[in-house]
Nanobody, 116 residues
């Protein structure tokens, strides 16, 4: 089973940028979907961005125009570029895969804190 490890989080001021990476332990090119999620205390983990194998990409309304997801099959890495960050983007970010109606195991995530 392909394991994922997120990194790149940190503390940034409002309006700043961060680039998150998600390193996979195996081949991601065949994954039906690769996604980034965000979790904040007291709320369910929510989808932020999705990269589907056919090339389709979708974003949560709250991040459209500011976040960009892409996958690098050569390095088995999924990236999330986050620009124009807002305090409401604060949370723990996770990546995960979806394949053959199954989702991968959750990693430890990477924490993003955006200060006003």
């Amino acid at each position: 089973q392909v394991q994922l490890m997120e990194s790149g989080g940190g503390l940034v001021q409002e309006g700043g940028s961060l680039r998150l990476s998600c390193a996979a332990s195996g081949d991601i090119s065949s994954m039906d979907a690769l996604s980034w999620y965000r979790q904040v205390p007291g709320k369910e983990r929510g989808v932020v961005a999705v990269s589907i194998r056919d090339g389709t990409i979708t974003y949560a309304d709250s991040v459209k125009g500011r976040f960009t997801i892409w996958r690098d099959h050569a390095t088995n890495t999924v990236w999330l570029q986050m620009n124009a960050l807002k305090p409401e983007d604060t949370g723990v970010y996770y990546c995960n895969w979806w394949h053959d109606n199954a989702r991968g195991p959750w990693g430890q995530g990477t924490r993003v804190t955006v200060s006003p």
